[in-house]
C-alpha cells in the first residue's frame, strides 16, 4: 500500500503529466493547424500573386505592342493622306511623306503598292538597308483598316509589317497600299527593364514570339531569331494548345490563358501565355518554380522551428507552473477564443499579482483597442462613402484626415480644364426614349469619369449632357497639361468602342465636342455656409466653355496656351484667331489630333 507522500508525489505526477499533454493539445495542436492554415492560405495567397505578376508583365508588354501598331497606324494614315492630297503638287507628295515619318522611333520605311500589288516607291529612313519583297504579298494584299504580316527577322532586329489601303485618286477610285516595316527594338527594350525589375533580370522570364515560336524579342539579343523548345513542353496543351493553333492560322485568340506549370531543360517553371491582340505575337512570361515560392518555403521552415520552440515550452510550463497558471491560464485561453470569435464584450478576472495578470490586462485593452479601431475606420468609411459622392476622390482624403477645412474661399493657381458636351443632345432626345438616353448618358459619364481619374483629374461637375473636369487641384501636378490632353484624346478613342455597343444595344451613337484651355483661376469651395462645392471659377474656365462650344461632333479645340505648354502630347493644328461671345479679346482656336 503507497504512503501519503508516495500518493501525492504520484498526483503531482500525474498532474504535470495531465497538464503537460493539455499544454501540448492546447498550444502545439492548434499552433499546428493555424500554421497549417496560414501556410495554406499563404501559398494561395503568393500564387495569385505569381499569376498577378505574370499577368500584368505580360500586359505591360501587350500594351506596349497596341500602342506601337496603334502609332504606326496613326502614321500610315498621315503618309496615306499626305500621297492622296491633291493640294500638293506630286512632285512634293513623296518628299512631304518621307520628311512625315523621320522622327518616327518605330517605323524603320514604308513601302508603297499600287492596285496590282507592284511597289511605287519606297519612303526609306537614313541607313535603313533592308530588301523588301516588290510585289504586295497576300497576307497584306487588299488591307481594309489596319492588318499585320508575319514578323520578318532582318540582321539589324526584327520588324513587323503593318499594312494600311487608301484612296489615292478620288475620280478613278484607285487604291494603294502603304506597308510599313515596324520595329521591335522598343519592345525589347521594355522585355529586358521587366526582366531586371520583377524577374531578377532573368533573360528566358519574357518572350515574344512568332506562330511558329520564333524568338522576335527577348532580354538577349543573342536569341532573336532562333526557335524555342516551349512548344515542345506540356506548356502548350489544352487551351493553350488551342490559342497557338488560332494565333497559327491566322486566328485572333487574345484571351489571356490560366498560368499552368511544365517542366522545362530548368526545372519546374511557372509560366503564362497570352497572344497579342492586334498582330500574330505570342507574349509568355516565366519564372522557376523554386524562385517563386521561395517564400513558402522560407516561411514553412519558420512555423516548424515556432512549433518546436512551443512545444518545449508547454513541457516546461507543464511541470513548473502547473498550480498557479492552470486556472488563470484557463480563463486567457478562453478570453482568447473569445476575442477569436469577435466577442469583444467578454469579462475577464485575472487578480494573480504576477505577469498574468499584467497579460490579462494587456488583453482587455487590446479588446478595447480593436473595438474602437473598427469603430473608427468604420465612421470614417461612411464618411468618405458619403463624400465621395460630392468631392473629389483627393479631397475626400484631406476632408477625412483634417487637412482642407470646409469653409468658403479659394486660392489663385494654374489649372487646366476640360469641358465634353453631347454633341446634338437635343435630337438625341427626340428620337431615343428618355430611359435610354438616361441610361446612355450615365454610362458615357462613368466612362468619362473613369478616363478622368486614370489621367489624375478631378471631376467638378455634370451639367445635363455635359461633364466639367480639371488638373492641377486639389494635388500639384507638373504636367497637368499634358495629362488633360491625353484625357481629351481617350475620351474619343475609348467613345469609339462605347458606340459600338450602345449602337447595337440602343440603337444610337454619342459624339463628344471637347474644350480643352490651360491657365489661372480661383480654387476653392464656393457657394454658402450650407452648401458649398470645390470647383474653380475665372476666365480659364470661360475660354474651356468657349472652345467646346466651338468644337464639331468628335472635335477637340484647345488653346494656343495648351499646345505651347504640352507641344509634345499630340499634334496639333492651327485654326487661326476666332472671336467669342462675352471676351473682347480673340482665341487662338487649335485643333488636336
Known amino acids: 500500500m503507497k504512503t501519503p507522500r508516495l500518493k501525492l508525489a504520484s498526483a503531482r505526477g500525474r498532474y504535470r503529466a495531465k497538464l503537460t499533454a493539455g499544454a501540448l493539445l492546447l498550444v502545439v495542436v492548434p499552433l499546428a493547424v493555424v500554421s497549417w492554415l496560414a501556410l495554406r492560405s499563404f501559398r494561395l495567397s503568393l500564387e495569385d500573386q505569381v499569376k498577378e505578376r505574370l499577368y500584368s508583365s505580360i500586359d505591360e508588354v501587350a500594351q506596349l505592342g497596341d500602342r506601337e501598331l496603334a502609332t504606326g497606324q496613326s502614321q500610315l494614315e498621315v503618309v496615306g493622306d499626305l500621297l492622296s492630297d491633291s493640294k500638293i503638287a506630286p512632285a512634293n507628295r513623296t518628299e512631304r511623306a518621307r ?20 511597289t511605287v516607291d519606297i519612303l526609306r529612313k537614313p541607313g535603313d538597308l533592308a530588301q523588301y519583297p516588290a510585289k504586295l504579298s497576300s497576307e497584306l494584299a487588299n488591307a481594309v483598316g489596319q492588318r499585320v504580316g508575319a514578323p520578318v527577322i532582318t540582321n539589324d532586329g526584327a520588324r513587323l509589317p503593318l499594312a494600311w489601303s487608301f484612296v489615292v485618286d478620288e475620280t478613278s477610285h484607285e487604291r494603294w497600299t502603304l506597308v510599313a516595316q515596324l520595329r521591335l527594338d522598343a519592345m525589347a527594350d521594355r522585355l529586358a527593364e521587366l526582366a531586371e525589375r520583377r524577374f531578377d533580370g532573368h533573360p528566358d522570364a519574357l518572350w515574344v514570339l512568332t506562330r511558329n515560336l520564333e524568338v522576335v524579342a527577348n532580354a538577349d539579343p543573342e536569341l532573336l ?5 516551349l512548344a515542345q513542353t506540356s506548356l502548350f496543351s489544352g487551351n493553350a494548345r488551342t490559342a497557338l493553333g488560332d494565333l497559327a492560322s491566322g486566328g485572333e485568340a487574345v484571351q489571356t490563358l ?14 503564362g501565355v497570352r497572344t497579342l491582340q492586334s498582330a500574330p505575337l505570342l507574349l509568355v512570361a516565366q519564372l522557376s518554380h523554386r524562385q517563386a515560392f521561395a517564400p513558402v518555403e522560407r516561411m514553412r521552415r519558420a512555423v516548424f522551428v515556432v512549433v518546436g520552440v512551443a512545444a518545449g515550452l508547454s513541457v516546461l510550463a507543464g511541470f513548473l507552473l502547473a498550480r498557479r497558471m492552470s486556472a488563470p491560464v484557463a480563463q486567457l485561453v478562453g478570453f482568447a477564443d473569445q476575442l477569436a470569435a469577435r466577442n469583444f464584450d467578454a469579462k475577464l478576472d485575472v487578480h494573480t499579482g504576477d505577469e498574468l495578470e499584467v497579460l ?20 470614417e468609411q461612411q464618411i468618405r462613402g458619403d463624400l465621395g459622392r460630392y468631392l473629389p476622390a483627393q479631397l475626400v482624403d484631406r476632408v477625412v484626415a483634417r487637412q482642407h477645412k470646409l469653409q468658403l474661399g479659394g486660392v489663385r493657381q494654374d489649372v487646366t480644364v476640360i469641358f465634353a458636351d453631347v454633341a446634338a443632345f437635343t435630337a438625341l432626345v427626340e ?31 455634370f451639367m445635363g449632357d455635359c461633364v466639367m ?3 492641377n487641384a486639389p494635388d500639384a501636378q507638373a504636367d497637368h497639361v499634358e495629362r488633360a490632353v491625353r484625357c481629351a484624346k481617350d475620351m474619343l478613342r475609348w467613345l469609339e468602342a462605347a458606340n459600338a455597343v450602345w449602337e447595337t444595344e440602343h440603337g444610337l451613337t454619342v459624339h463628344l465636342a471637347i474644350g ?14 450650407t452648401r458649398m462645392e470645390y470647383t474653380c471659377v475665372g476666365d ?45 479679346q480673340p482665341i487662338e482656336v487649335i485643333e488636336i489630333d
Open 469 to 471: 473636369a480639371f488638373w
Open 516 to 529: 480643352v484651355h490651360t491657365g489661372e483661376a480661383v480654387v476653392g469651395n464656393f457657394g454658402s455656409q
Open 360 to 379: 490579462g490586462d494587456a488583453l482587455r485593452g487590446a479588446a478595447d483597442g480593436i473595438v474602437a479601431g473598427e469603430r473608427k475606420l468604420l465612421d
Open 431 to 461: 428620337q431615343h426614349p428618355p430611359e435610354v438616353v438616361v441610361t446612355v448618358l450615365n454610362q458615357m459619364f462613368t466612362l468619362l469619369t473613369e478616363l478622368i481619374f486614370r489621367h489624375g483629374g478631378t471631376v467638378d461637375k
Open 540 to 584: 480659364t474656365v470661360n475660354v474651356a466653355a468657349r472652345l467646346e462650344h466651338l468644337a464639331r461632333p468628335q472635335q477637340i479645340l484647345a488653346s494656343a496656351q495648351v499646345r505651347n505648354a504640352a507641344p509634345n502630347a499630340a499634334d496639333y493644328f492651327d485654326l487661326g484667331k476666332t472671336s467669342v461671345p462675352g471676351r473682347q
Open 99 to 118: 520628311a512625315s515619318i523621320a522622327g518616327s522611333p518605330t517605323i524603320a520605311s514604308i513601302v508603297v503598292y499600287d492596285a496590282t500589288g507592284e
Open 258 to 271: 490560366s498560368v499552368s506549370e511544365y517542366q522545362g531543360p530548368q526545372g519546374t517553371m511557372v509560366a
Open 225 to 229: 531569331g532562333r526557335t524555342t523548345d
